[in-house]
């Protein structure tokens, strides 16, 4: 199967599940309160005290990027999302001679992409994956925050990947 087709099938699996995601929780999950102090915070207990961790899903919305970074600036935000996917995706379609990178890049496109959605259609991004972790409670995050996340974690393995030696 040629390489494009294979990265447009799996780019349009990811954005579907992050949309569909993102749209349920928006018309169908209250949105997180204080209201609620104990798991699951008014949302969707996942599970509980599972070796310590706890997993729920909660309706949040975040203007910004991660961790709410920029809010007061969303027009900037948009356009650096903007350039830093059609650099992505330049650099993927034309300059990347590694595959082991093409993948981790897709992630990357794909959640920026996914995050771009949000602002276009609710005007803020929506965050549903909440994390305890044996008491800290990690910053709420969505599937294409996951993407991200993992794509560049990948990507900096394979910058560090021992090469093989050419005999």
């Known amino acids: 199967m040629n390489r494009y087709i294979k990265f447009i099938i799996i780019f349009f699996v990811l954005i579907v599940l992050d949309i569909s995601l993102k749209y349920y929780v928006h018309h169908h999950v209250a949105k997180m309160s204080w209201l609620y102090p104990f798991f699951p915070y008014g949302g969707i207990g996942i599970f ?3 070796l310590g961790i706890g997993f729920s899903i909660n309706y949040v919305e975040n203007t910004g990027a991660a961790w709410g970074l920029l809010a007061q600036y969303p027009s900037a935000l948009f356009a650096i999302r ?3 996917i059609v650099g992505l995706v330049i650099y993927l379609a034309k300059f ?3 595959s082991a990178k093409d993948l981790p890049l897709l992630l990357i496109i794909t959640g920026a992409l996914g995050n771009i959605i949000d602002f276009i259609l609710y005007r803020k991004v929506i965050d ?3 994390f305890n972790f ?5 910053p709420i995050f969505n599937l294409a925050d996951a993407m991200i996340t993992i794509g560049i974690i990948w990507l900096f393995i394979t910058f560090f990947r021992k090469k093989p030696k050419i005999a």
């Open 48 to 50: 509980k005290d599972f």
């Open 134 to 138: 044996w008491g800290y409670s990690y």
């Open 82 to 84: 903007i350039m830093i």
């Open 128 to 130: 549903m994956f909440h």
């Open 96 to 98: 990347n001679l590694d």
